[in-house]
């Protein structure tokens, strides 16, 4: 028995070194075999700033909106009984099923110049696709389904108990939210933004189809480590990897805290 235990955490570590320490490691060798003057030089390029750019303004843009929308579409389906309910999260679950480079395709269908929209669009003067709203909406749809899959349960575990009580004492609706609600849900809501913003910060393949790659302009950090990487810019590649890199180091750490402090708001 104890054998066998062994064998299958030498199986498990030896699984984990080859699929994500290794290559984690590799990462951080090519950023830094140069040396760091290397590695500051190639991460405060106009080129590389301009991408952090474009990843910070589509994540603050697809963040707030998606966490409105998931905050009122689990209180829709946490607190409703309703024809059509089932199908209301199978629709909300659906970027988790539909390849990414797909909803681009299905955005430049919609936006794009020969799409369904795209001459009012052009007769509007509003630009699309290959510019920052085709990239907001491609994000906001990939980012969707995280903060209500995460909120829904919590309300569902929670009951109305509360609410009917802070109503029947005459609260009003944004009292029982700030004061009822909101206070049991801090902990799976803050847990949904996390991963929302992981996510929209670390968007590939939906933005890639949408915003056409254009360093410097259009690119956000994922697309800037491979133009740069195909343009034969190692360090600049492999500085932008280091940063997406950090950044899930740091939302893994948070994400363990969130759990635990979600685990004991339950109990």
Known sequence: MLRNKLVLIVVALSYLFLVLFIPAS????????????????????????QAVKMTIII????????????????????????????????????PFSVSPVVAGLMLILL???NGWFGNWLEIAGIKV???LPGMVIATLFVTLPFVAREVIPV??????????????????D?????????????????????LTNARAMGEFGAIAVVSGGIIGKT????????????????????GAA??????????????????????????
């Open 155 to 172: 309300l569902e575990e929670m009951g109305s108990e509360q609410e009917e009580a802070a109503r029947t004492l005459g609260a009003s």
């Open 59 to 94: 994540a603050a843009i697809a963040v707030p909106l998606n966490t409105f929308f998931g905050l009122c579409a689990a209180w829709v389906i946490a607190r409703n009984q309703f024809r059509g309910r089932a199908l209301l999260i199978s629709i909300i679950d659906l």
């Open 242 to 267: 280091v940063c997406l890199g950090l950044l899930a180091a740091v939302t893994l750490i948070l994400k363990e805290i969130l759990e635990r402090r979600t685990a004991i708001a339950s109990k």
């Open 174 to 194: 944004w009292q029982i939210f700030w004061r009822v609600i909101l206070p049991n849900i801090r902990w799976g809501l803050l847990y949904g933004v996390l």
């Open 111 to 113: 936006y794009g110049r």
């Open 26 to 49: 590799t990462v951080f060798y090519e950023a830094f075999h140069r040396g760091i003057n290397a590695f500051v030089a190639a991460t405060t390029s106009r080129e590389f700033l």
């Open 219 to 238: 690119a956000t950090l994922p697309i800037f480590v491979e133009q740069a990487y195909k343009n034969y810019q190692t360090e600049a590649a492999f």
């Open 129 to 131: 696709i290959f510019a």
